[in-house]
């Protein structure tokens, strides 16, 4: 393999020892339409198709309360990414960026995180709308939205649940 192969006009990678993770603990997976990179959008729409997060049972009760946020946080580990490009070129775009100014899934740490309209929950699963990822990606958090959107319980003060 050449030191360039798979590489863009103009990307730039580095050389990296294997990581050694932060131990994540992942708690659950998401359940999504796309198996294909080509078909997955790159940022998910609200009127999106449904989409689950199917957590662990062990985490069934940590989501006690969820139910009164319209929108949620949604943080997910993009799994089948590379992870040693320091400049990407994005297809159909034809310049060239440093990875932290994409959000692209490419990046030493490929998190990646979705506002997502909260539907319904049932059994510990959550049905979403507005995700972009492959389906089987491993979900690492949830959290409530606290700032466009108004949880239907408002906040009072001293009552942040943050
Ligand atoms: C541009 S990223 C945006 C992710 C997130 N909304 C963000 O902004 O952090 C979305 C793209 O990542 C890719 N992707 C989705 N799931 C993935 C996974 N599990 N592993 C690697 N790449 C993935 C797909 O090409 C998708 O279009």
Not at 43 to 63: F, I, K, T
Not at 141 to 162: H, L, N, V
Request: charged share 30%; with cysteine; net charge neutral.
């Amino acid at each position: 393999m050449t030191d360039t192969e798979g590489l863009r006009p103009n990307e730039r990678k580095v050389a990296l020892e294997p990581a050694a993770d932060a131990t994540l603990r992942f708690i659950g997976t998401i359940e999504t339409p796309w198996r294909d990179r080509a078909d997955c959008p790159r940022q998910g729409r609200l009127d999106g198709p449904e989409c689950r997060l199917v957590l662990d049972p062990v985490w069934h009760d940590a989501l006690t309360g969820l139910e009164d946020y319209e929108m949620i946080e949604v943080l997910y580990w993009l799994d089948r990414s590379r992870r040693d490009l320091i400049r990407q070129s994005p297809k159909h775009d034809g310049r060239t960026f440093g990875t932290f100014a994409l959000r692209s899934p490419v990046r030493p740490n490929p998190i990646g995180t979705s506002m997502v309209k909260l539907l319904r929950i049932e059994n510990g699963t959550l049905h979403v709308r507005g995700l972009d990822c492959l389906d089987g990606t491993p979900l690492i958090d949830i959290k409530p939205e606290r700032c466009a959107f108004s949880p239907k319980a408002a906040a009072k003060p001293g009552d942040s649940r943050d």
